[in-house]
């Protein structure tokens, strides 16, 4: 596949997917496409030989189809934690929408779509019925689709472990709504690995594969592996789930980005943990890295990106 469009490319698993376009490109022949409404804050990959960066609103159709045409295939990423009922709706499921209508319309047929374990249409929160309903959007259309379902995903970047991380540096306390809720942590570089696969394998094509790691976490210990490897271990104060949903209503008023939010504690309610229904990131070739094997190369004090080098060399994963 010579031209790659990359939907949300500049996020978290965007950055990681794009390079590791490039080294299965050489750096040469073909391009991957990545459209931002703000090219200027994508610097991270803007330098990436083959990667252009194009100005464009992908949530505007005509812009949408525009990017769509001459492609051969699209890797969709774009995804919300956080909304109302309406952000969900034009991000998980129109957008979807557009994308398989205007793929139809170029003829452009392989689609890779990241969803999210959980996703069910009886599910507790507006996050997993949206992206159910994005999923069928594509589903429905006449195009060669791969579906990847992945649990909470960590690496070097993550909003997740580094973020409770800088909390215990400064909070002598972490209460904590949703202690109990559990998920099965998946390496943002499998993740991208799992994505060039099936780009690369024609036989994943119509299939949906659930990327998780090799071990179950509960939240409450995921916030103690990131105190202790960061060097600022907190008691971690479970909390009740009225105390829970409270905490969460308050935090949707403080400004920026909610650390969460009500429907994230709905969310919760379903284990973000492999079924077993589908398969996994071994049908696709790749033995997922354990948390604890990676989150230290990253959390621990003065550990930087470089710090990451040795441990992907070794890997062969670099």
């Not at 109990?180 to 299939?207: K, N, S, Y």
């Not at 308050?250 to 589908?278: F, I, Y």
């Amino acid at each position: 596949m010579s031209k790659i469009l990359v939907l949300g490319g500049t996020g978290f698993v965007g950055r990681s997917l794009c390079s590791r376009l490039v080294d299965r490109s050489g750096g040469a022949d073909g391009s991957i496409v990545v459209p931002s409404r703000r090219p200027s804050r994508a610097r991270h990959i803007q330098f990436l030989p083959t990667v252009r960066l194009a100005e464009a609103d992908v949530h505007d159709e005509a812009q949408l189809a525009r990017l769509v045409a001459g492609c051969d295939a699209v890797v969709n990423l774009v995804a919300i934690l956080h909304g109302s009922a309406a952000d969900f709706q034009r991000t998980h499921v129109d957008l979807p929408a557009k994308l398989a209508r205007v793929c139809q319309a170029a003829n452009v047929k392989r689609v890779v779509h990241v969803s999210a374990l959980g996703v069910s249409d009886r599910a507790p929160s507006r996050y997993l019925r949206s992206k159910t309903a994005g999923e069928l959007m594509l589903k429905s259309a006449k195009l060669d689709l791969t579906v990847l379902r992945p649990s909470v995903i960590f690496g070097e970047h993550d909003k997740l472990l580094n973020l409770f991380a800088s909390l215990q540096a400064v909070f002598p306390v972490v209460p904590l709504g949703g202690a109990a809720a559990q998920f099965q942590p998946v390496w943002v570089e499998d993740v991208a690995a799992a994505i060039v696969r099936c780009l690369d394998e024609p036989a994943t094509i119509g299939h949906t594969y659930e990327c998780t790691g090799p071990r179950v976490y509960t939240l409450k210990e995921l916030v103690e592996l990131a105190g202790s490897l960061s060097g600022h271990p907190r008691p971690v104060v479970p909390l009740p789930d009225g105390l829970t949903r409270l905490q969460a209503a308050a935090m949707e008023w403080l400004p920026g980005t909610p650390l969460m939010s009500r429907d994230n504690v709905d969310s919760m309610k379903v284990p973000n943990v492999a079924t077993g229904q589908w398969p996994g990131l071994p049908a696709l070739g790749i033995t997922p890295a354990a948390l604890d094997a990676i989150a230290p190369l990253y959390l621990g004090a003065g550990q930087g990106p470089a710090r990451l080098d040795p441990w992907r060399a070794k890997a062969g994963r670099g």
